[in-house]
């Protein structure tokens, strides 16, 4: 068995075979918790039309190759393709779809909406301490296909495609950063779309600086591009490592820059602080009257 071949076994069997399971399970793709080191939550996504592997939280990815590489990472690539050939009967092989699968097996954006002609995603918005006027600045409704079923969810768009997210799933049609731009020196920098609504609901700073989301730390490169050509960098991303990393990695290459997440300590993000905050009926001391969303910025990528 040389390398080609045993990238062909499924990832997903090789993992059922260690007594790893799917933490949850979407069309076209499994989420597992990673299994080299502590993970809270699933972050370790398997493409299984790819027969390929992503964990969010490092960046890294690949075959199932370098996937018993990272479980296992003594082991040299010919001990990682023995150990599958050693098992290979229990494994079935994934088969490459052909062309016409690949087109009709992605997400497929039917329409788009402006925010609040969906009573159902204007809920969603609502339970996640969302004003869908504040919303409406930033996203849209997205009414989209996966292997021919219909569903909708709230959109953004980065420079790639569109992130969607509903109560029940979030997936995109291309990873990519998403950057606002008002001409400003200052820029905001968000791990997701959500954190960076819900600072706008928390009116914690009146001034209105430029926004990026990263949309996923595996964008953290594309963002670096961005970082430079500002003044100012205030930094909101997630208390967990992924976010740790990204930020030790912003701070190391703009040293100017600042963390921001004293203001949500003890939670998971900025999002999950404001729903805490709305929660206890609590106000931060000294907010303004009024958001400081006050002029409505400009996408880049149309």
Not at 166 to 193: L, M, P
Request: net charge positive; hydrophobic share 30%.
């Amino acid at each position: 068995m040389n390398a080609e071949q045993a990238n062909k076994v499924s990832i997903e069997e090789y993992l059922k075979r260690k007594g790893i399971d799917p933490k949850r399970r979407y069309p076209g793709y499994l989420m597992y918790r990673v299994p080299w080191r502590n993970d809270s939550r699933p972050s370790l996504k398997v493409d299984l039309r790819k027969n390929l592997w992503i964990d969010y939280g490092s960046g890294k990815g690949g075959t199932l190759i370098d996937l018993i590489r990272n479980m296992k990472p003594n082991i040299s690539v010919k001990d990682a393709i023995q150990e599958i050939n050693r098992n290979s009967s229990l494994f079935s092989f994934h088969q490459q779809p052909s062309k016409e699968e690949k087109v009709n097996s992605g997400i497929s954006i039917i329409k788009i909406k402006p925010i609040g002609t969906n009573p159902a995603l204007t809920n969603y918005l609502r339970e996640r301490c969302i004003d869908p006027e504040t919303a409406r600045h930033y996203c849209s409704e997205v009414y989209y296909k996966v292997n021919g079923k219909s569903y909708f969810g709230i959109g953004h768009e980065s420079e790639n495609g569109w992130h969607i997210r509903n109560k029940y799933w979030k997936g995109c049609t291309g990873q990519g950063i998403t950057h606002f731009k008002i001409d400003s020196r200052q820029i905001a920098v968000y791990e997701g779309i959500f954190d960076m609504l819900s600072y706008q609901q928390l009116k914690i700073n009146f001034t209105k600086p430029d926004i990026l989301i990263l949309n996923s730390t595996v964008n953290l490169n594309g963002g670096r591009k961005v970082l430079k050509e500002y003044a100012r960098i205030d930094l909101f991303l997630d208390n967990d490592q992924s976010g740790d990393e990204a930020t030790r990695k912003i701070r190391n290459a703009f040293p100017f820059s600042q963390d921001k997440r004293e203001i949500y300590q003890g939670f998971k993000d900025l999002n999950a602080f404001h729903v805490s905050k709305i929660s206890d009926g609590m106000k931060l001391d000294n907010e303004p009257e009024a958001s400081h969303v006050l002029v409505r910025p400009k996408r880049l990528y149309r």
